[in-house]
């Protein structure tokens, strides 16, 4: 059967379909980089494995969205500090540096712009290409 696909994504993507979010995390093989489930307008969901830390960096231009499905995540801000459990979700505004740590494995939704870098402002290698985290 042929899947529906959006018109309007760069590279389609399916829509009106159910999208087992726990099964796309089959594809993720590595900590730390994500692979897309979907796009909204000019969002991308993705979900991501954390485990350790990303560096300190920031988005300028861009909202950056981090929900919690299974383990725990600590969004330490230059003035304060975020623990978020399964089930819960934190915006980071743009510009606002952020430091993600995970003390145990941490499986995320992600929602960010379609041309948000998730490593934000710095090339680490952590850094994935949009093309690996469609892939
Ligand atoms: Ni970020």
Redesign the pocket.
């Known amino acids: 059967m042929r899947l529906p696909m959006s018109p309007y994504a760069e590279i389609p993507r399916p829509v009106e379909q159910a999208i087992d979010v726990l099964a796309q995390f089959a594809r993720v093989t590595e900590l730390w980089s994500p692979k897309v489930i979907a796009q909204v307008n000019d969002q991308y969901v993705k979900v991501a494995r954390l485990l350790g830390e990303m560096p300190w960096?920031h988005?300028a231009g861009e909202d950056?969205l981090f929900w919690v499905l299974r383990g725990r995540l600590r969004l330490e801000f230059r003035d304060h500090v975020v623990e978020l459990e399964p089930g819960e979700c934190c915006v980071?505004p743009r510009g606002v540096e952020?430091h993600p740590v995970c003390a145990e494995e941490c499986w995320i939704v992600l929602i960010e712009t379609v041309t948000t870098r998730?490593t934000?402002n710095l090339t680490t290698p952590q850094t994935r290409s949009i093309e690996e985290q469609l892939s």
Request: aromatic fraction near 0%; charged fraction near 15%; proline fraction near 0%.
């Open positions: 960096h988005h950056e980071v952020h998730h934000g």
